[in-house]
């Protein structure tokens, strides 16, 4: 069984995720892991760490509900604001992962891809890294 360990956050409802999700579970026997950063709201001017907890809470709640749906087997956690940290706690909290999986905003967008996200993963953790680009922020 495969264990793919899932980063996202305004994402995290996005079609293109659940498709990749589709996808790998019509492949094999997986099993997936949700991080969610507890990041700032970027287009908030005030914002609290209880308030940015909360709001990562609300989108995993919302995602491991649509992807159970989907007939995923799809646990998860609210992370580390920084989100190589928050991959590095899930990584040696969870069992092993055969793969991180990075949802993001489109190039010029995206905050994680300005700061090579995917990339510093792959480097950082040795493993391969997918990432999939959602078209459209989802905020709540």
Not at 30 to 41: G, N, S
Not at 89 to 118: E, K
Request: with cysteine.
């Amino acid at each position: 069984m495969r264990h793919y360990l899932v980063v996202a956050n305004q994402t995290l409802a996005g079609q293109p995720l659940a498709d990749k999700v589709t996808e790998l579970m019509a492949a094999g026997p997986c099993r997936f892991h949700l991080v969610v950063p507890a990041t700032h709201p970027h287009h908030h001017m005030t914002w609290t760490e209880g308030g940015a907890v909360a709001l990562a809470r609300e989108r995993l709640d919302d995602a491991l509900v649509r992807l159970r749906a989907l007939g995923a087997d799809v646990d998860g956690n609210v992370g580390d604001e920084r989100p190589v940290d928050a991959v590095g706690d899930a990584i040696r909290a969870g069992p092993p992962f055969d793969v991180i999986i990075v949802s993001t905003l489109p190039p010029g967008l995206s905050r994680w891809l300005g700061q090579d996200l995917p990339h510093r993963l792959e480097r950082r953790f040795a493993l391969p890294v997918m990432h999939v680009v959602s078209e459209v922020a989802v905020r709540s």
